[in-house]
């Protein structure tokens, strides 16, 4: 297996304010939806194997369609994810197939964290923890972040 951290910061418009991307973060729909990847969802129970940290929390079923070769090859993949709402977002653990693992924590702040109180604004940060098999970490990655890249923007609208 593969470990890759990695994250994003993103300025958001002066006329969002952080109560309405902390309530947009917490619609689990909502944020389900903003992904261009997912195709279908629904609620579902935990898995019986699941975290004992991770059993209260909500539970979805998602499909996404998956592009691995532009124009020639799509596919589609089923997994489940666990949703918890924090003071200041959202953290979700994704259980994909193939050992796939990835852990995000969507956040709101006044200004990236270790800058000055010069920076005005809010910003979205979001923090990736990915785990996959030897070989298809740049996919996932690939993946996950042109999604997010998606997501972001549709929620900062």
Excluded at 40 to 45: A, G, I, L, S, T
Aim: with cysteine; charged share 25%.
């Amino acid at each position: 297996m593969q470990q890759i951290q990695f994250s994003s910061l993103t300025p958001l418009p002066p006329s969002v304010s952080q109560e309405t991307i902390i309530e947009k973060l917490h619609d689990h729909g909502a944020m389900i939806e903003q992904n261009p990847l997912v195709i279908h969802y629904k609620r579902c129970q935990p898995p019986a194997d699941a975290p004992h940290d991770e059993a209260l929390r909500t539970w979805y079923e998602l499909t996404d369609r998956i592009v691995y070769i532009p124009g020639l090859l799509y596919g589609k993949i089923r997994y489940r994810a666990s949703f918890e709402n924090t003071p200041l977002g959202l953290k979700t653990h994704i259980y994909a197939p193939l050992g796939v693992d990835i852990r995000n924590e969507w956040s709101v702040s006044e200004r990236p964290p270790g800058e000055s109180q010069d920076k005005q604004g809010l910003y979205l940060r979001e923090e990736n923890d990915l785990r996959c098999p030897f070989g298809t970490a740049f996919f996932v990655r690939k993946n996950v972040e042109q999604s997010h890249s998606t997501l972001v923007a549709r929620l900062a609208k």
